[in-house]
């Protein structure tokens, strides 16, 4: 067969990864892989380049994505032309890396495309599977600046603001606030009330030295609204967002009467080498992949749930991005260990 790879969306790490395992599978297998270019655009402009053993040695352990990926170019009103693009590539199928805009984006192709899916994001904000790729790296990358920017609130007597990745779900902020034991923790699923947060702020002022708030680019306070820093035009999510960590550490500054700064950690957050986890998880995905191919079982994504690798249907990566619950273990967490959340 020949099989279409194509990578969507932000980067993530683990993305080469993905390339590595699911090439190496098929090209075991005899099938004839080909990279797409740039996501849904090397479609788009019949961009493409067939893959072979040399390329994928030693992928993994890189950061990036060796086929290229764009988030700024949807499909939405060039469905017809879309088709029509991909069928002159001449593809058995085709095996998607993507976050909730890749596959939305896809939705009304899952019946036209041989499609199988592998969900990809820091953001670890996909349906159907219980971890998506790149959100552990993303979490060691935070809670590895968060441990070394208290070294510096603490010399300085300061308030740190952190600002993280998480435009609606705010998983990076809280799992890798709390592998670093933040002191505050704002996500997007948890509107503050600002002068409950002003009020816990000032009470550590005597007792603690420095004071770290991870704090997601999409977190806002009750009856307010998240801060969009710019627009993406043809991005299917337009909006990117920005702009607390800096607002809420002059607020602070002025009303706490604590000195304050602001640390925007931006696409460090994506642009890491994986850790193991996610070179595993992508590792077993690749191989879920393969056989799935082998199988002619389309329509399915290779997904972790339970504690393991597995299958399920690719219409549960369509549906909308999955949120931290209200009553989520890891909000007890941060609960029981005193943090502001
Ligand atoms: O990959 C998802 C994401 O990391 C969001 O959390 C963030 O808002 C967005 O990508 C930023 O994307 P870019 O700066 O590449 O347009």
């Known amino acids: 067969m020949r099989i279409g790879i194509l990578t969507g969306g932000g980067d993530a790490p683990g993305l080469n990864g993905i390339i590595e395992a699911v090439g190496k599978s098929l090209m075991t297998k005899n099938h004839e892989v080909v990279g797409i270019?740039?996501?849904?655009?090397?479609?788009?402009?019949?961009?493409?380049?067939?893959?072979?053993?040399?390329?994928?040695?030693?992928?993994?352990?890189?950061?990036?994505t060796f086929i290229g990926t764009s988030n700024k170019s949807g499909i939405?009103?060039?469905?017809?032309?879309?088709?029509?693009?991909?069928?002159?590539?001449?593809?058995?199928?085709?095996?998607?890396a993507g976050g909730d805009g890749t596959f939305s984006a896809l939705t009304p192709f899952n019946k036209e495309i041989p499609l199988i899916g592998v969900p990809k994001t820091i953001d670890n904000d996909l349906n159907g599977t219980d971890i998506t790729f790149g959100y552990d790296t993303a979490c060691s990358v935070v809670s590895e600046a968060v441990d070394a920017l208290r070294a510096t609130a603490d010399a300085h007597k300061r308030v740190i603001f952190v600002e993280v990745m998480g435009r609606t779900a705010g998983w990076i902020?809280?799992?890798?606030?709390?592998?670093?034991?933040?002191?505050?923790?704002?996500?997007p699923e948890r509107p503050y009330d600002k002068s409950d947060l002003l009020k816990f702020i000032a009470s550590?002022?005597?007792?603690?030295?420095?004071?770290?708030?991870?704090?997601?680019?999409?977190?806002?306070?009750?009856?307010?609204?998240?801060?969009?820093?710019f627009t993406v035009e043809g991005s299917p999510q337009k909006e990117r967002y920005g702009g607390i960590a800096e607002r809420l550490s002059k607020w602070v500054m002025t009303e706490a009467n604590w000195e304050?700064?602001?640390?925007?950690?931006?696409?460090?957050?994506?642009?890491?080498?994986?850790?193991?986890?996610?070179?595993?998880?992508?590792l077993a995905m690749g191989v879920q992949v393969g056989e799935m191919i082998e199988e002619n079982d389309w329509?399915?994504?290779?997904?972790?749930?339970?504690?393991?690798?597995?299958?399920?249907?690719?219409?549960?990566?369509?549906?909308?991005?999955?949120?931290?619950?209200?009553k989520h273990h890891w909000v007890g967490f941060a609960k029981h260990l005193g943090i502001f959340i």
Do not use: W
């Open 204 to 229: 550590k002022k005597q007792t603690y030295r420095g004071l770290i708030c991870v704090v997601s680019e999409g977190a806002f306070a009750q009856g307010g609204e998240p801060e969009v820093a």
């Open 299 to 326: 329509g399915k994504a290779a997904v972790y749930k339970s504690g393991r690798v597995t299958r399920a249907p690719l219409s549960e990566l369509m549906k909308p991005a999955r949120l931290i619950p209200e």
């Open 260 to 282: 304050s700064r602001h640390v925007v950690l931006g696409h460090l957050q994506r642009s890491k080498a994986p850790t193991t986890t996610d070179r595993f998880l992508t």
């Open 37 to 64: 270019l740039d996501g849904f655009e090397g479609i788009f402009k019949n961009e493409t380049r067939v893959l072979n053993s040399k390329d994928l040695n030693g992928l993994h352990a890189r950061a990036g």
């Open 76 to 96: 939405r009103g060039k469905e017809k032309e879309f088709l029509q693009a991909y069928n002159k590539l001449n593809l058995d199928g085709l095996v998607v």
């Open 173 to 187: 902020a809280l799992g890798g606030g709390l592998a670093a034991y933040a002191d505050v923790i704002l996500i």
